[in-house]
């Protein structure tokens, strides 16, 4: 019996627990988006799970009124692989963070993805660690000082995007805290997915790591900052749309005046391509949140979801065999009889 | 069934034969071939495979030596044989790995075409055995295997390289002719095995009938033996491994609980064949996923079981490591959860494909914080099947991880199983909550995910899908009752307390300890568990025959232990308790009961022989 999905609103999908994060943290934000756009998705709430690791984006399940687990560090996709590929009837998201899903979690992820399992993953990405209060993280930019590292970090970050990609993933994209709009339109999209989705969610932490977008998503920077992507449409930026990107003959990406080229020169997007090598050099065309840098869906492309998969060698299997008999499973090998 | 009209087959009531050549001679095959074929006509049968870690190690070395040892019979048996009566030796290496455990008087087939200078000096023989009189208290037969079996394949168009790897095969159907084993099951299974490689099967049925028919005609051997059938109890018989009946019993379980089954698996040895077994029967509708790591092998299964399946992981010492942190998750969670660890020689990587039985201790303790869980034990192969649906049903019920014990002994060893009754096994109630089961302070109905059934303590078990029952879980810890998270200091000290009590008051579901006492009045009492099960109870035989007084009782249950166990332990002036350990379960029943337990122990990576527990036991016995 299928009847029409209720109609909610956002305090249907909002927990009776009393939010704890610092306050001014962008998770709030986010929640926010999240609990609002749910409503409009056409989804039950006994039906929706939110998965989490460890970190201060992995509070997020306990403050959804819906099913959810906050489970151990790293381990979200994990956990979610074998929720999924069992309960195709349920939306399962994971959110997690640049930590969580990129440093002692990062095997997961990536495994996640290159199977295309379907979960939506939210990833907060504050480059740095602030549940420990105030440690770099895989994403934190070079020479980054923290508590654990005075003279400076030497690590080379990760480009979340990049990884992604580079993991196969079907679906992948980036927004950011500071527009809701444009986070529930990518949440809509990923969710909508049939696969493994991955969002980089750039999100300030205003304690240990304040500002570290701030140079492109303040409202006044944006129109110079972010290169929103459209599918189908010449990729350009700026107030006037003054700027856009073309890519040169030996495969490079760069960022020009239109002017110059002409509109007909842009580079078109193509979020659909099976091939992942211009949304890669797409992910590639920021050197970090103080250049100018593409927001939107990077990739979205059509591939077998591993739990259908799954589901499909169990259906042919009974098909073929007939549904399992124990019996007859017991005497597989040679059986003998004493009277 | 052929023997030579001269001379009737002997009759032997037991015997125990190894198989030993290159880890790449097929040893493991011939072995099993054996085996079935001696089950398929009714003898009793134990089987102990012996192999190294590496998959195949230079030909011809000490290091790539592999072995299959199978023990059958004329009555029942517990053990795979403490020495070989007869060493099937396929080169100098497998002779030299081998003649220590070989006793004098004992039988030597040796493939003599191997014992060239290359491969003895490889073995590092400086004399060749076979003629330096070093084998004299050995009965030897030179057999050249590799000449004959090169010969017969020849004329079926078979290259001399090609057919060099049929011995085996020759060597598996002289030992059938040895011991009067019935040819037509090797010859029709050659057919099914290689039917879509007519010229290997070809090669391996010459080689196979050319070295039965050598055995026949030779005139080099005085006479073949018989082992008669063993008395069995009526009913149907199969021949299982542990990992076999292992994984059997999981999907027995899943059945028995109407839950889809979902297991979580990282390749491991020797744990591996369950996995193996369990992605081969998708038509019981088992979901198999090999994770990337053993981590994700315990959370996609946690991950299941949060949906309402039954969610498995199966591994062995590195992974139960490994995956100890989810297994605290699932502590937290009260989640069911089926946890088997197959162990193997450790520490580290230790002896990968030798047995031991030394993750005792970090089955019941290893996890940060209180964080008890059941643990379970096999006993022997086809014993397996049961433990695995006691494990289900006591996770089910409990709503929590158990941890299910086999090792590579139990693993790979084979004996018959007589089939249980399926219809007999009782079912197993999920019991998924329906409905809300509290009310809130304003009157209106709902859920609470840590409300505890009063007698099991166990919390109710609510899948996503219910409308009404939304809740979050998670590692942190929760209110009692509702579930939320809480810091209080007194709540912290009632949730460890009550997880606790769950878990020690499975007793009740624990029947009373078995003890095989046949007098009553022994004095010492042996105490196992696991796999030491064959080799205690063929020792306790020993010691009976003499004359002697000694009892035996072994555990399945070793977190909580049976409730008895105090009262039996306190019957019985001296305890001894035989662990491939260094003590485990010793220092549990120590500490547990105060008991001034004797250890003995082993660690070289094989089964106790009867023969060494009938000597410690006959010692106390001294003793006392």
Redesign the interface.
Known sequence: MTTAVPATTRKDWS?D?EVRWCPGCGDYSILAAVQMLLPDLGV????????SG?GCAARF??Y?????????HG?AP??????????P??DVWVVTGDGDALSIGG??L??ALRRNVRMTILMFNNQIYGLTKGQYSPTSEVSKVTKSTPFGSVDAPFNPVSLALGAEASFVARTHDMDRAHMQETFRRAHAHNGAAFVEVYQNCNVFNDGAFEKITAKDARPSMLIPLVHGEPIRFGAEGERGVVQRPDGRLEIVEVADVGEEALLVHDEARHDPGLAFALSRLSGGPYEPTPIGVFRAVDRPEYGAE?AR??T???E?????D??A???S??????? | MATRSDHPPEQLDRVVIRFAGDSGDGMQLTGDRFT?SS??L?NDMSTFPDFPAEIRAPAGTLAGVSAFQVHISDHDILTPGDAPNVLVAMNPAALRANIGVLPKGAILVVNVDAFEERNLTKAGYEENPLTDGSLSGYTVYEVPMTSITQEVCKEAGVKPRDAERSKNFFALGLVSWLYTRPTE?TIEWIATRFADKPQVAEANTRAFRAGYDFGETAELFESNYEVRPAH?????????TGNQALA?GL??AA?LASL?L?L?SYPITPASDILHELSR???????T?Q???E??GV???????????L?VTTTSGPGLDLKS??I??AIN?ELPLVVVDVQRGGPSTGLPTKTEQADLLHAIYGRHGEAPLPVLAAKSPSHCFEVAIEAVRIAVKYRTPVILLSDGYLANGAEPWK?PD?EALAPIDPGFAAEPNHTADDGAPVFWPYVRDAETLARPWA??????????????EKADGSG??SYDPVNHERMVRLREAKIDGITRDIPALEVDDETGDAEVLVLGWGSTFGAIAAGVRRVRARGLKVAHAHLVHLHPFPADLGDVLARYRVVLVPEINLGQLSRLVRAEYLVDAHSLNKMQGVPFRAAEIESAIVSLLEEA
């Not at chain 1, 039950?44 to 998965?51: G, Y």
């Open positions: 927990s627990q039950r709430r006994e039906n929706t799970v939110f998965l460890i399940p306990y959804m009124n819906t099913y959810g687990m906050h489970s151990i381990r994990a956990i979610a692989t074998g929720l999924a590929t069992t309960r009837d349920l095997n997961h990536i495994h799954m060698q169990v042919e299997a009974q073929r065999r007939g549904v399992g124990l019996g499973l017991l005497r090998g040679s059986s003998w009889t004493v009277e | 079935t089950a398929l009714g099951p069995f109890e009526p009913g149907e018989y199969v021949q299982v059997w999907i027995a059945r889809p979902f979580g029967r998708k038509e019981f509708g088992v979901r996923f994770a990337e790591d981590i994700a959370g996609s299964a946690l991950g299941a079981a949060f949906g309402g399946a969610g942190e989810t605290g998750l969670l089939l399926l899948p996503p899908g219910v409308p009404g029952l939304e809740h979050r879980i998670g590692g942190l939320n998270v």
